[in-house]
């Protein structure tokens, strides 16, 4: 199971506060333990910040994924 989600931190940019999308990937492994696979942060939750996101995974080694739960992310859909 892989569990994803993002929210939005504010942080210092060039002198000023920003808000930026930081993403979040958790896993079970097969012994049932929850792992932090992935974060990430990116300018927004566009698609191609998300698909690179899963795509990183995946070189990773992310394989066999049964069930993916997410809120309704406009970049996932």
């Known amino acids: 199971y892989l569990w994803i989600d993002a929210t939005y931190v504010k942080g210092r940019e060039g002198g000023r506060v920003v808000s ?4 979040i990937a958790v896993g079970v492994n097969t012994d049932g333990r929850r792992e932090v696979l992935g974060v990430a942060t990116g300018a927004s939750e566009a698609e191609v910040f998300w698909k690179g996101f899963l795509r990183s995974l995946a070189d990773r080694g992310l394989r066999g994924v049964k069930l993916v739960i997410a809120d309704d992310h406009k970049g996932l859909r």
């Not at 930026?20 to 993403?23: E, G, L, N, R, W």
Request: glycine share 0%; no cysteine; net charge neutral.
């Open 20 to 23: 930026t999308a930081t993403i």
